[in-house]
């Protein structure tokens, strides 16, 4: 382990009263400075809690919001479920993959771009809704979005799944 | 419109609530002091059992119950409040997290004080990032205050609040499955008895109570038992908000007494539905609810008004769907996303809900057969009610309520290899 991960591993654990309680948010710190859960974040994490790599591993992939593959320093997240669908969330996921050139789950050729369409966001009275890396846009139309993106291309974010 | 009182969502869209002066001179903190200092943690727990307040996270259970079933043996004991929201149509709990975090938090320490909690912690919604940011800046601003910490309000009690952010899992909603994920595991729920109150976080005594409970408290603490037993049905009483959300021209979370009729839920909040449109099926209670339709319009919103229609308040996701939803692609939204969020433990809930998403998204891809629909009408009694929690039985309400009142339209899914609203509109624009 890095000396900075193993100060923010020793900070974590002294949050709860049991070590293998800070295991999520160590991944997250780790997925943060990684772009995604790596091996060596899982050997890392391992040893922090005191378990065996194929437990985190275990534990790790049951969370959609904890990366296994590289992920783009975008990370586009669109609602799917019903009030968004009943919005125009269909439309917009149709243009998003078509600006960005992917299917769902997939990261754009360029690397930049990872698109997920994901389950209800919690945000049913601004549909449709989207995050960029954990932030919210609401009642996104597809102008909207190719606004959106255009920032975004701008930016040259630190990481696209912040742990805080 | 009778005027009604907003107090869990008083100043949110007026005031920002996320600064603690501000709530302070709306009163805040002082239904906390009135606790610390006029009120043994006994008397709480029996003002807050007297009150009728009922669970609002879905399963209505009588909050003061759920405390006094804590055992005095001397363990510590933990409160855990859930902020997991993400039951499809719900989005209260995520604007009391934003826009009044510190009525969360004079909540959780009233709450924690009447349960002798050793401590508390915040479980949040990994995908509310904003919403961690804003309420851990708010329990600084609440520590500096000396309303947080040791010694809260110069009194012997003192209490923290640890913040945990979730990583992307519905079920962990469910307060089993939220334990195992505080303690670092997948989230997957256990097996009850033992509940929480005897064997929850880390085995100790442990209450789970949802974010919106928790905001109750305080107000029934500062207006007494009284007051909020007073508002709606009598063994479901209080303010509540709902999410209304779909076809409506105002969508948004409105805080109404228990036990409204919907149909003033979707005409006076929700501006009514749009111009030339028909109601075609409601969702009463988040995407675990089966549906009600024209008929149950003057059905009261509350636990018990909706469980006589068979369906539920649940979190209280409301969502209004008019006479251009397909009801085929609307139960595959629901299907699906049952199907993505199971946790796998259960047969009946792992594979039954892969297996009606895929006839589900079949039928409404113009694929489906006789036998699809056949099956999905026969499926109900093999998967609700043969899981360890509720996820399992939330895959098959809404479809089969809709499967119930528009045989025809799944049936030319069938007939017409594809959806027969479609083909309407596509004659109407030709």
């Known amino acids: 382990m890095t000396p900075e991960r193993e100060r923010r591993a020793a900070e974590l654990a002294a949050k709860y009263p049991q070590t293998q309680s800070a295991l999520i948010p160590f991944l997250q710190f780790c997925q943060q400075q990684d772009g995604f859960v790596t091996e060596q974040a899982i050997l890392d994490a391992a040893e922090m809690a005191g378990i065996t ?9 049951f969370y959609s919001l904890l990366f296994k593959e590289p992920a783009g320093k975008h990370v586009i997240q669109i609602c799917r479920t019903l009030s968004c669908m009943l919005r125009g ?50 009642d996104v139309t597809p102008a909207d979005f190719d606004r959106l993106l255009e920032t975004w291309r701008a930016q040259d974010p630190v990481t696209s799944l912040p742990a805080e | 419109m009778a005027q009604f009182e907003r107090v869990l969502t008083r100043g949110i869209g007026e005031l920002d609530l996320t600064d603690i002066e501000t709530y302070k001179r709306l009163g805040g903190f002082a239904s ?11 008397a709480v727990v029996g003002e807050v059992s007297a009150s009728n307040l009922r669970g609002r996270g879905g399963a209505g259970f009588p909050t003061g119950k759920k405390w006094s079933f804590l055992p005095n043996d001397g363990r510590p004991r933990y409160l855990v409040c859930n902020c997991d929201e993400a039951e499809p149509g719900t989005f209260k709990d995520h604007m009391l997290l934003e826009f009044s975090p510190f009525q969360i938090i004079e909540g959780l320490l009233i709450s924690a004080y009447a349960i002798g909690a050793a401590k508390i912690f915040m479980y949040i919604r990994g995908e509310f990032l904003e919403g961690y940011r804003i309420f851990k800046r708010a329990v600084e601003q609440a520590a500096l205050q000396g309303c947080l910490g040791r010694r809260i ?31 670092g595991k997948r989230g997957e729920p256990r097996l009850k008895p033992p509940f929480p109150a005897n064997a929850g976080l880390y085995d100790m005594p442990t209450v789970v109570n949802n974010v919106e409970t928790v905001c109750c408290v305080p107000h029934i603490i500062e207006r007494g038992a009284k007051w909020f037993a007073s508002i709606g049905p009598e063994k479901c009483p209080g303010p509540k908000i709902i999410s209304v959300s779909g076809h409506v021209r105002k969508p948004g979370n409105y805080e109404v007494p228990m036990g409204i009729p919907a149909r003033e839920l ?16 409601i969702q009463p209670g988040g995407g675990s609810s089966a549906a009600i339709f024209e008929e149950d319009l003057d059905t009261g919103i509350d636990f018990d008004s909706l469980a006589a229609k068979k369906t539920m308040l649940g979190s209280g996701g409301f969502v209004v769907m008019d006479d251009t939803t397909c009801m085929v692609r609307a139960s595959q939204t629901l299907v699906r996303f049952f199907e993505h969020e199971s946790c796998g433990q259960c047969t009946p809930c792992r594979e039954g809900g892969q297996w009606v998403a895929r006839m589900v998204t079949r039928l409404e891809a113009g694929e489906g057969s006789q036998n699809d629909l056949r099956v999905l009408n026969t499926i109900n009694d093999t998967i609700t009610g043969t899981n360890l929690c509720p996820l399992g039985d939330s895959i098959m309400p809404f479809l089969s309520s809709v499967l119930r009142r528009f045989p025809e339209e799944f049936a030319a899914h069938v007939r017409l ?13 030709s």
């Open chain 1, 53 to 61: 790599p194929s437990e985190v591993e275990s534990i790790a992939t």
């Open chain 1, 89 to 138: 969330a269909d439309e917009l996921q149709q243009h998003a993959r078509r600006r960005l050139g992917v299917a769902n789950g997939e990261t754009s050729s360029d690397g930049k771009f990872t698109y997920e369409e994901v389950e209800c966001l919690a945000a049913c009275d601004r549909a449709p809704c989207l995050q960029h890396n954990l932030e919210f846009h609401y």
């Open chain 2, 32 to 42: 906390l002091g009135k606790a610390l200092c006029q009120m043994t943690p006994a």
């Open chain 2, 153 to 183: 309000l110069g009194t012997d009690f003192s209490m923290d609040i640890t913040l945990h952010r979730g990583a992307g899992a519905y079920i962990c909603g469910e307060e089993t499955a939220m334990l195992e994920s505080l303690e």
């Open chain 2, 266 to 281: 979707i005409e006076e909040y929700g501006g009514g539905l749009f111009p030339g449109r028909q109601l075609k099926a």
């Open chain 2, 417 to 429: 290899a594809g959806c027969p609203l479609r083909a309407t509109a596509v004659e109407a624009a």
